[in-house]
Each structure stands twice: as C-alpha cells, then as structure tokens.
C-alpha cells in the first residue's frame, strides 16, 4: 500500500489550494478514504472523509462549507479542494486509508500572509 500526497504551498489567507493523494497496492475504489491534519505542536486531526462507491462524505466542523473531498476512482486519487483558507489551516495535510491503516508522507500547507 502507497499514498502519496502533492499539492501542499504557501498561500495567502482567502485563497485556494487543491491537494491530491495517489493510491497504489490495494483496490482503490473498495475502501474509503481520509485527509487529516497535523498543526505544529498539535494531534493530529481528521478534516475530511469519503466512503468508497457511494461517495459519501464527512467534514471537521471548522473546514465545513471551505473543504471538498472528492475521489476518482479511475486516476486512484483522492483529492482535497481548500477554498477560503485561514492561518489555523496551516499544517501538515496527510491522506489516509482508515481500513488498511496507511499514511501518506504528509505535504505542508501553510497560510500566511
């Protein structure tokens, strides 16, 4: 199993910023999908959830409304779409596959002006 986060940057408060995670050695489309995050000196914390087939999804409260997690099945990719981004956002975003208990390497987002 192998996930491999992209996508992390420096950005300024209010903008975007879409990161991916690429899936190999299992069959993506079986098994749901997270993103966490890990703030320094802080636990990490789960943000967003995707179930496989269905799709069905599940936010952290404080990214409802600004994140959208989305999976293509096809390109064994889970994606996570950032909009409106805030400094408390900054950390390291990592992919996570809750049933086979595999972890990306993380990609750093950082907000700040």
């Known amino acids: 199993v192998h996930l491999v986060e992209s996508g992390g940057a420096l950005v300024q408060p209010g903008g975007s910023l879409r990161l991916s995670c690429a899936a190999s050695g299992f069959t993506f489309e079986h098994y749901g999908m997270s993103w966490y995050r890990q703030a320094p000196g802080k636990e990490r914390e789960s943000v967003a959830y995707?179930?496989?087939?269905?799709?069905?999804?599940d936010y952290e409260d404080s990214v409802k409304g600004r994140f959208t997690i989305s999976r293509d099945d096809a390109k064994n990719t889970v994606y996570l779409q950032m909009a409106r981004l805030k400094p408390d956002d900054t950390a390291v975003y990592f992919c996570?596959?809750?049933?086979?208990?595999?972890w990306g390497q993380g990609t750093q987002v950082t907000v700040s002006s």
């Open positions: 995707i179930t496989s087939f269905s799709g069905v999804t």
């Open positions: 996570h596959a809750p049933t086979l208990d595999a």
